[in-house]
């Protein structure tokens, strides 16, 4: 064989050789393009086009999928919205972490981002200010760095963090049962091969197979989606777990700040705080059966002392504890109850963190977690907002407790708006500002209490949640859902709350619906709350502006409701609105200025008697009565029982009105 032979032969071979190697690739690409042509899964993008508005985006509701594939529970999504093509004086900032991110039990306008925004507004008025709340219950620092790298690209101003108490039972956390490696390199490898469909497809067969072999557990399935994912795994403090997870959470924070900063996008973390004064550790561990025994004698003893105030006597017997076992959770939190009774405030609050720090059931951020931000801040790689310190000093004794929370670790509506308060004053300090930035005053906390939007119903739902929450696991051995909740079945305001967690109706549905049954009643100050409340949310939809401008109309407050119909026209253009603006001017004594509008209107919809008829009065107010006859001659035509018109005629008729 000649050597030219050989060489095309052996060029043949790799050839042959690279199709047998790249074949897979490429079948598996097809099926991937097919799989995505049928629309196979679940869409997994950040964001989705706003239905009723494709200006906007709004968060993907279906972004939970990619963090809890596994669960028919998913975490609920803000409804914040921001602008597809962002505004040259646009300000925007990304939210990232979990529950008490999002604000629960309230979420929405309670939320601190809400209360943030509500000061951003002012202090920056000439800029187009969005904040998006990404956040979601139940995920951890993996899901933190998994959004905010690809919230780079949406050109953020800032970034916010409040994330660490979900880092054990989280989403792909160490003590998770949605645990899936110890690698912190391989799990987000995992994240990223997420978003393709076979991996989907794979995941939901393996799901499926799973289920069929599986037995039916009614418990499982009345399960929260935290005791689910927490299990009943206690993990004890310095543990090999408890220094992993502190360890991926520090890797974790540290990439997405790394990036950030490379593209010179500032990163402001919140220090995690927790109900460490109202809520009794959850899991105690002790050194053998037999200290667990005695120690939990003595620790009955000392609360039936405490609850006789013999404070005294307490500390005696619960010093007795500690030469048994000094180390569980428990003795450190009646150590604490015994010090602050007898006035010790320091010794109490640092045996208060001791004992949230050795709790087994770690729902609450250990202290070595705020130690890792208050690192990555001494190396100016993060704005480091210091909350603990700022929740101490608003809180009775300087120890955080039920005055600002709702639970062992979401802030209550106060909670939160400190929250809201203080990033705010560190962005204000901390942020670069353009050269020619223009600021704005702020105005007092009661002003922006008053704005939150916090209305009736998100307090009844947020009391539904919290009911929910603290008579099940890991608080009570029992299983409470929103069917066992204590309400009024006759109250339409408990109907409304529980409608929406169960979700029967939307958010917005229950609002509105409240809103009619307040203004059925002629309560127009709280139906005008329902709508000025669901303005802040929904700023992308004209029929709350409308609705609450006609209140206003009602109650005669002209100038308002002209100020917000005109709002409603920057949305969409509506002849109600034009209409309304119209007969504000009217009202005021300015029928000229009403006439562009009322045009307007009849423009849009030539035969409206009440445009007509407005035009008629206006133009008769105006001294033009020749028009205001022929508008009078037509609507008359169209409707000769519209209420007004026959007096409309006898005062042109008297040539006076």
């Known amino acids: 064989m000649s050597k030219n032979n050989l060489k095309l032969n052996s060029k043949k071979e790799k050839i042959f050789r690279s199709i047998l190697i790249l074949l897979p690739f490429a079948l598996l690409l097809l099926f991937e393009i097919f799989l995505r042509v049928i629309g196979y899964g679940p869409n997994l993008n950040l964001f989705v086009t706003l239905e009723n508005n494709p200006r906007y985006y709004k968060i ?36 990232l972490g ?39 219950c139940a995920v951890g620092s993996y899901s933190v760095r998994d959004i905010g790298l690809e919230l780079l690209s949406y050109q953020p101003d800032a970034l916010l963090i409040y994330a660490g108490h979900n880092e054990f ?64 795994k206690a993990i004890p403090i310095n543990s090999e777990l408890f220094l992993k997870a502190r360890n991926l959470y520090r890797e974790n924070i540290k990439d997405l700040i790394r990036q950030a900063n490379k593209k010179g996008i500032p990163v402001f973390a919140g220090e995690l705080v927790s109900n460490v004064r109202d809520i009794p550790p959850f899991h105690s561990f002790y050194q053998s059966a037999e200290s667990k025994k005695q120690s939990e004698k003595l620790f009955e003893n000392t609360r039936r002392l405490l609850a006789q105030k013999e404070f005294d006597m307490a500390l005696k017997e619960i010093q007795q504890a500690a030469r048994i ?6 003795f450190h939190f009646l150590k604490a109850r015994c010090l602050e009774g007898l ?28 130690q890792v931000l208050k690192d990555l801040a001494k190396q100016n790689q993060l704005n480091f907002v210091p909350l603990i310190k700022i929740f101490e000093s608003a809180s009775p004794k300087k120890i955080i407790g039920n005055s600002l929370m ?16 203080s990033f705010f004053h560190s962005i204000q300090q901390n942020y670069r500002w353009r050269k020619n930035e223009q600021f704005g005053s702020c105005d007092s906390d009661s002003v922006y209490w008053y704005k939150s939007g916090i209305t009736a119903l998100d307090l009844a739902e947020a009391n539904f949640r919290i009911q929910i929450l603290t008579n099940s696991w890991p608080f009570k051995d029992s299983v409470v859902t929103i069917e066992n909740v204590n309400r009024d079945k006759n109250n339409l305001l408990h109907l409304l709350a529980i409608s929406v967690i169960k979700e029967e109706k939307t958010w917005e549905q229950a609002k509105v619906e409240l809103a009619q049954s307040f203004i059925r009643n002629r309560n127009f100050e709280n139906a005008l709350w329902e709508y000025e409340s669901l303005i802040k949310l929904t700023p992308y939809n004209s029929s709350p502006y409308i609705q609450a401008a006609k209140i206003h109309m009602h109650q005669r407050r002209f100038e308002q409701a002209a100020k917000l119909f005109k709002k409603s026209l920057q949305i969409e ?15 005021q004594g300015q029928p000229g200025k009403s006439l562009p509008f009322l045009d307007k209107a009849l423009s849009m919809e030539k035969n409206n008697p009440l445009t007509l008829f407005l035009l008629a009065k206006s133009l008769y107010r105006a001294g033009d009565l020749n028009q205001s006859i022929q508008y009078v001659e037509k609507l008359s035509s169209i409707n000769p029982n519209f209420p007004g018109l026959n007096r409309l005629k006898q005062n042109l008729r008297k040539n006076k009105f």
């Open 60 to 95: 993907n509701p279906a972004l939970g999928s990619r963090y809890f594939p596994s669960l028919s529970i998913k975490p609920q999504t803000s409804y914040d919205v921001m602008i597809k093509e962002k505004p040259d004086n646009g300000f925007r900032i990304f939210v």
């Open 98 to 136: 979990g529950s008490s991110a999002f604000g629960y039990p309230y979420g929405r306008n309670g939320a601190f981002s809400a209360f943030l925004k509500d000061r951003l507004d002012d202090y920056l008025p000439n800029r187009k200010v969005e904040i998006v709340n990404m956040a979601m």
């Open 169 to 232: 039972y989280g989403a792909l956390g160490v003590g998770s049962t949605e645990f899936i490696s110890s690698s912190r390199g391989l799990v987000n490898f995992y994240l990223k091969l997420n978003r393709y469909k076979t991996l989907q497809l794979v995941r939901d067969v393996i799901k499926k197979v799973k289920s069929a072999a599986a037995k039916p557990n009614t418990r499982l399935q009345q399960k929260r989606l935290m005791e689910h994912m927490a299990g009943d």
């Open 325 to 330: 076992d000094s180390q569980s959770a428990q």
């Open 343 to 370: 006035g010790k405030i320091n010794q109490a609050r640092e045996n208060y963190i001791m004992g949230k720090d050795l709790d087994g059931l770690r729902f609450r951020a250990p202290e070595v977690l705020n």
């Open 406 to 421: 709702t639970d062992h670790l979401h802030p209550n509506v106060s909670g939160y708006f400190l929250m809201g308060k």
């Open 573 to 587: 253009p509506t002849v109600i609105a034009y209409q309304g603006i119209g007969e504000a001017f009217f009202h």
